[in-house]
């Protein structure tokens, strides 16, 4: 018989509610807790404790509270440099892989839990857990969702209030409600940051 571990990691239909593994559950979200209560410029104890509860986290990352995380970042792996502004919430009810150097702008959200279209078994506690991956050098835009079981490349903005319930490849700017790949990186970008302003090498 599949134990309730695999069933969490691997897709399959559990009951979150199970004692055992709320009791975990819990134990992780009590020790994270202490993140969202500390003073803004305690970065090194900040880091330290996100290096404690996430899965695996690089140097110099920074999450700026609130930080929302179902198991205290026990599913979470984090590359290097990676940046969440306010309010950001992680369903890390299995694993969500961030590379290095990707930013999140505030209140995104990404989930890895969803509960089954079946009335009965939505009812009894039921829900299913995809992981999400996303690439190096990403920049997700304020409000995005993100859904369970979305892979996103390297190099891809995401327009800010975007939906994002399929694949998005990489080096690509994509965006909208769901969200669509609109166009790639290409060597305009090189040359103009943001509508007609051009990238001036003294500011740089």
């Not at 999400?132 to 920049?139: A, D, S, T």
């Not at 903005?157 to 694949?167: H, M, Q």
Request: proline share 5%; hydrophobic share 35%; charged share 25%.
């Amino acid at each position: 018989m599949m134990d309730i571990k695999t069933k969490m990691h691997e897709c399959h239909l559990y009951n979150p509610n199970k004692p055992e593994l709320m009791a975990e559950q819990h134990k992780c979200i009590a020790k994270f807790e202490k993140f969202n209560s500390l003073p803004f410029d305690a970065n090194k104890e900040k880091e330290q404790l996100i290096k404690e509860c996430f899965a695996s986290c690089g140097e110099n990352c920074f999450i700026t509270a609130p930080f929302h995380t179902v198991w205290g970042g026990k599913h979470i792996h984090f590359g290097n440099g990676v940046y969440c502004n306010f309010g950001c919430t992680f369903i890390d009810d299995t694993y969500i892989y961030v590379g290095d150097k990707t930013m999140f702008g505030p209140n995104v959200t990404i989930a890895t839990a969803g509960h089954p279209i079946e009335p009965k078994l939505r009812e009894d506690g039921y829900q299913y857990n995809a992981p999400v991956k996303i690439g190096r050098n990403c920049w997700i835009g304020a409000n995005c969702t993100i859904l369970p079981g979305v892979n996103i490349g390297d190099n891809v903005v995401i327009g800010a209030g975007s939906l994002v319930n399929k694949d998005i490849p990489s080096n690509v700017v994509a965006f909208g409600n769901p969200c669509k790949v609109y166009r790639e990186v290409n060597e305009k970008d090189k040359t103009y940051f943001f509508k007609d302003k051009k990238i001036e090498d003294e500011e740089l």
